[in-house]
């Protein structure tokens, strides 16, 4: 279908069914995505706040060894980053998190040495319930704009029986107690990773995730969410 014809067809679909604004509901007009522009001007964006790049940037310092910690939105309880990460997740809308995977992608200057996009990967189980993994879906805006492949299959999220947990009272032991694996290593190495997940609150599951990789010959971390608690 040539480009007009498909822009028609979008039109006439609008009318009938207009896209409303994931946070105010209002119908949204021609040129704008998923969020009205008045709601789009409130948003809380990290990358307009240099203390908070900063602050976003020392979350992991003593932790895990992370290049760059690049976010999109300040989130907090309550606030409409929380509307938009309910959206994405519970009203199955993939597409929105591609949308602003796009997004962050334009604050992330070029020239980072990236090599390759790992999301996070989601319980099997609740990937199966929700369709999708919305990690998946922020790693494919930001491939659209940087250009970079996507490793879906490099690290397992692995379910834990029984026999795995009387292992948790040595702490020494500790990679039986991972939450993740890393599977595909060899082709991870001396690579710079940009681990991707929906929200960052405590940072406990990237920074176990970043763990995993960091364990790979010459594997570099930096890390992208779509809104961060700082
Ligand atoms: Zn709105």
């Known amino acids: 279908m040539n480009q007009q014809l498909a822009s028609f067809f979008r039109s006439v679909f609008q009318v009938i069914y207009p896209e409303s604004c994931c946070i105010c509901g209002t119908d949204l007009v ?6 009205c522009t008045v ?4 948003l809380p964006y990290i990358t307009a706040n240099e203390q908070d790049v900063t602050k976003l940037n020392k979350l ?3 932790r895990v060894e992370v290049q760059k910690v690049y976010s999109l939105f300040n989130y907090q309880k309550g606030n409409h980053v929380q509307t938009i990460l309910h959206y994405i997740k519970y009203k199955s809308r993939p597409n929105i998190a ?4 796009e997004v962050l992608a ?12 790992v999301p996070v990967p989601l319980h099997p189980k609740k990937e199966r319930a929700r369709g999708f993994n919305q990690s998946q879906a922020i790693a494919q805006g930001l491939a659209n704009e940087l250009n970079l ?3 879906k299959s490099h690290i397992i999220r692995n379910s834990f029986n029984q026999s795995q947990t009387k292992f948790s009272k040595y702490d020494r032991y500790e990679n039986v107690r991972s939450i ?9 190495e001396g690579k710079h990773v940009l681990l991707v997940d929906d929200v960052l609150t405590t940072g406990a599951t990237i920074e176990s995730c970043a763990a995993e990789l960091l364990q790979v010959s010459g594997c570099k971390v930096s890390i992208a969410t779509l809104a961060a608690r700082v």
């Open 30 to 35: 021609r040129g704008e995505d998923y969020v």
């Open 39 to 42: 709601c789009a001007f409130d």
């Open 149 to 151: 492949p996507i490793y």
């Open 60 to 62: 992991f310092w003593g």
């Open 98 to 101: 591609i949308h602003f995977g």
């Open 180 to 188: 993740f694996s890393v599977v595909k290593a060899k082709e991870l």
């Open 106 to 117: 334009r604050s992330i200057a070029e020239n980072q040495g990236l090599d390759c996009i």
